[in-house]
């Protein structure tokens, strides 16, 4: 039956490996993630310039702040996921994330005329400032980490694992030229109008999603049962989803994929933490005016996702087709470690901004595209639940117990070569988790060859 499908591909398969079939449902969802991506592109600067308003010193407690955040947001997640049908919860969750943005419009529209750019070292910072950028920040993290969960989910339920080795790449495609393209219209506005219109802009480019989820289920629902079998809804029906705030917790630790993407996934983000605040750091040393940060940033993310673009076509389609592709994941604790390395050696913004630029490429092209594909392999039930365990309060665990140790080793120490070392351990362990998710990934493609076909 394989055999069959493969049969079915169009003109050119060796290009994207699409069949007709599948032509609607590709487009649909490279269209949903470069405007979803795009939005997220034009609001990211602007979160990281608010940061620094507060000072970078004070930019850890805002991740520690994310990561409890996430506790109450999780557990509301898994219950929504759990009780509605993706039909039902996108569109609610993305008229949400809309209204939000609606109401950040309106508070600072009026707040960027009264707030100051910059908090010297030692002074006290407003209470109305912290409070205002701080909502902005952690809504941020909750839109980025469930927005983007909540499509990747949508998609490993109505793909197969055959199909997303060959189309994950060129739907990732469209989140790479959204952000691009989310980088370039931020650049571009904020240096004219300055940064309060950016907030209407990313509600706008949300409004397509909507629509496009609507496609992509008709459309897989119309396909043959054996190009999708997990979407037919006889003869016999999925179980029902569990609704308890901590079935995803349960997921994740009664799976050793789960949990193998979990220490991944923890200790990457648990580096992030420490490295970024290198860079926001040196930011704000050379940057004390509030649009020229949102720029600088804006350009940054330029350089990342064009980069991303590099690495899409060069790596990630090749990478997809080999027999353990998740291996492919250690690029990213080896760029790392080896800039870490280097900024040992060489501290200074352009060294970090350019080891930031190729690490977090790596990680929105192939980095993205092999978690996915691994969760192909798993449950629906572990894919909803377990996934957004993972995409978010895991995500955010890292984040967070970076952060609370970054701020203990400032109260003792200065920052220094202690923090590159730090993140050079983490990232060791990063890649040991990686070597075992992809015997683990071998391991169950080996044992169910069929998953190509069947439903999981």
């Not at 630790?253 to 983000?269: D, N, R, V």
């Not at 750091?281 to 350089?303: G, K, Q, T």
Request: charged residues 10%.
């Amino acid at each position: 039956m394989t055999q069959d499908r493969n049969s079915r591909q169009g003109d050119h398969p060796e290009m994207v490996g699409v069949s007709k079939n599948e032509s609607v449902v590709t487009l649909a969802a490279f269209a949903y993630f470069f405007f979803l991506i795009m939005a997220y592109y034009v609001l990211k600067p602007i979160r990281d310039s608010l940061a620094i308003e507060l000072g970078s010193r004070n930019i850890p407690a805002l991740n520690i702040f994310s990561m409890i955040s996430l506790v109450g947001g999780n557990a509301v997640y898994t219950w929504i996921v759990g009780k509605f049908k993706p039909e039902q919860f996108i569109p609610r969750v993305t008229w949400f994330f809309i209204g939000c943005l609606g109401a950040f419009s309106v508070a600072f529209s009026e707040a960027f005329g009264i707030l100051p750019t910059h908090i010297p070292a030692g002074q006290p910072v407003p209470v109305g400032m912290i409070v205002g950028i701080g909502s902005y920040f952690l809504w941020v993290n909750l839109f980025a980490l469930f927005s983007v969960s909540m499509f990747w989910s949508f998609l490993n339920d109505v793909l197969t694992t055959d199909q997303g080795r060959r189309l994950y790449s060129f739907i990732g495609y469209g989140g790479l030229a959204g952000g691009l393209c989310g980088g370039l219209t931020t650049t571009s506005l904020a240096a004219k109008f300055g940064t309060a219109p950016l907030f209407l802009v990313a509600a706008g480019l949300l409004l397509p999603t909507i629509w496009l989820a609507r496609i992509i289920r008709h459309a897989t629902k119309a396909q043959t049962p054996s190009v999708v079998m997990e979407l037919s809804d006889t003869p016999v029906p999925p179980p029902p989803l569990p609704v308890k705030p901590w079935d995803g917790v349960v997921c994740t630790c009664s799976s050793s994929l789960l949990m193998l993407l979990a220490l991944e996934m923890f200790f990457y983000t648990f580096a992030s933490s420490l490295f970024s605040y290198q860079i926001n750091s040196m930011i704000e040393e050379a940057f004390p005016s509030r649009d020229l940060r949102v720029v600088y940033w804006a350009n940054l993310y330029n350089f990342i996702n064009g980069c991303s673009l590099l690495t899409q076509l060069a790596l990630t389609h090749f990478i997809l087709k080999a027999a353990v592709p998740v291996w492919g994941l250690l690029l990213l604790p080896v760029s790392q470690i080896v800039g870490s390395i280097l900024l040992l050696g060489n501290p200074g913004l352009a060294l970090a901004a350019a080891v930031g630029v190729f690490r977090y490429a790596v990680n929105y092209s192939t980095g993205r595209a092999l978690r996915e594909l691994t969760y192909t392999l798993v449950s629906r039930v572990e894919k909803y639940q377990g996934k957004g365990f993972i995409d978010t309060l895991v995500f955010r665990a890292g984040d967070g117990l970076g952060s609370v140790l970054l701020l203990w080793g400032l109260r003792h120490w200065q920052a220094g070569p202690w923090i590159d070392a730090i993140i050079i351990a983490a990232m060791s362990f990063s890649a040991i988790a990686i070597i075992a998710l992809g015997l683990e990934f071998k391991r169950r493609t080996a044992l169910a060859p069929a998953r190509a076909i069947a439903p999981a």
